[in-house]
């Protein structure tokens, strides 16, 4: 019997992809309008190589791309792009759809509702209240209290911990197969595949529960697992 359904942040509850792809093209523009001597798609490339090679959390990007163009920083075209990046950042953060009527329907159903994430806590937390999550949550863990990474056991352990539940009595839900299902996995939680928001890849090969094309279908497999 399921009870506590467990989610990943960043595509899956949120569609974090959309976010960072429109932050940083409004980074570009403003920098090039402030004097940034490079194509637009050349930067574009640049930027995503940076966050390619340090990750998509890395905070010194703006400052990284920069230098490697002009050997020091211009602090004129980096205000320009920090400002942009933030501004576009919160305008194109958004939940997928179907999220709160997800969580509605588990709270609903008397299950736990838990988030492990690799993010720190305090871009979690902004994340979360952006969209109006924050509240929906019984437990958050974040990188900054753990301090491990999925797909490590830890965070899995501690989650379960907190809801003193059995592993099997919980199902992880996440777009990164390496991390968020091969943890559940490794742990004995049950897990479901994020597909709707990990789009660029086969799925067919994972190890999981379930493969969700939208995150409402969670609510059937788990009444259907609820009454076996």
């Known amino acids: 019997m399921i009870k506590a359904v467990i989610f990943d942040l960043d595509n899956t509850l949120i569609d974090f992809m959309h976010m960072k792809n429109q932050a ?9 309008e402030s004097g940034l001597e490079i194509p637009y798609e050349e930067a574009k490339r640049k930027i995503f190589e940076i966050y390619d090679k340090e990750g998509y959390e890395y905070q010194e990007v703006l400052n990284e791309f920069i230098i490697s163009e002009n050997k020091n920083i211009n602090y004129k075209i980096l205000a320009a792009g ?21 969580l509605i329907e588990i709270s609903k159903l008397g299950l736990k509702l838990g988030l492990i994430t690799d993010a720190h806590s305090r871009e979690a937390w902004t994340r979360l209240y952006s969209v109006n999550l924050h509240h929906m949550f019984d437990k958050v863990l974040t990188y900054s209290d753990t301090k491990q990474y999925k797909p490590s056991k830890i965070p899995f352990q501690k989650i379960l911990k907190h809801f003193k539940i059995e592993p099997q009595e919980a199902i992880m839900i996440g777009d990164w197969p390496e991390r968020d299902i091969d ?37 059937t497999y788990i009444k259907n697992t609820n009454t076996k």
């Not at 940083?24 to 090039?32: H, K, P, Q, S, Y």
């Open 183 to 219: 943890g559940a996995n490794s742990v004995g939680m049950k897990s479901a595949f994020a597909r709707y928001g990990n789009l660029n890849i086969d799925y067919t090969s994972i190890e999981t529960d379930i493969v969700l094309n939208d995150i409402y279908e969670i609510i």
């Open 82 to 102: 920090i400002v942009s990046y933030r501004r576009a950042k919160e305008e194109s953060l958004i939940a997928y759809p179907n999220v709160n009527k997800t």
């Open 24 to 32: 940083v093209e409004a980074a570009i523009n403003g920098m090039i």
